[in-house]
């Protein structure tokens, strides 16, 4: 996918301001510092479309992307950051978890994990818990050039047999980094397949819709 157009719509923290469109939608999601503003500045080739964190924690709101007219990138607030309050992380839980049990037109998550480390229990519950809801996510493995070869392919087998554990399927995944482009083209080919068939199935349902 060539990305000709990728622009900033709206942030906001209610899932019944974000954008009323029928647009497919994708989220991006993570521990704060995974590395997800870098990712998706790399995907979109922008240098600063998302803001990468000088100060975690701060980009707690859902952003709305329009890319190519076609589809939305949603960067969502990184997670399980420990200098906000309980409060906060409370508040912070009810908004996302309604944007994902409310928004309709979401189609995949993808939710961010540094290659460097062993499976944290804050990615395992989140993504338990997009299981239980039957909302399908992949996994992004990302900071992929921060290790070598080996070592890189042992903690992605690591990662995965733990995931093997508990899931009897284990979801796709990615394995990226924002400084090489490594892996930023196979994650833009899977969104451009999945819109391309979500548009074929629209027009099998509805054969004489333009
Ligand atoms: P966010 O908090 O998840 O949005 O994370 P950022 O994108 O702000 O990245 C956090 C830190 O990791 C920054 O210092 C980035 O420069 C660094 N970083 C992010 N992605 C990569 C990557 O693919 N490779 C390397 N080497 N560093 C990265």
Sequence with gaps: MIIKTAEFVVSNSDVNKC?????????FIGRSNVGKS????????????AKTSGRPGKTQLINHFLINKEWYLVDLPGYGYAKVSKGTKKKFQSF??????????LINAFVLVDVRHEPQKIDMDFMSWLGEKQLPFSIVFTKADKLKPKPLNENIN?????????????????????SSGQG?????????????????????????QP
């Design 184 to 208: 930023t083209g196979e994650l833009l080919n899977y969104i451009q397949d999945t819109n391309d068939e979500i548009e074929r199935l629209k027009k099998e349902q509805n054969p004489f």
């Design 158 to 178: 690591n990662y995965l047999s733990i995931m093997r554990e508990t899931w009897a399927e284990l979801p796709n995944y990615f394995v990226t980094s924002s």
């Design 96 to 105: 996302i978890t309604k944007y994902f049990e409310k928004r309709i037109q």
């Design 19 to 27: 954008p009323e469109t029928t647009l497919p939608e994708y989220a």
């Design 38 to 49: 870098s990712l998706i500045n790399a995907i979109t080739n922008r240098k600063s479309l």
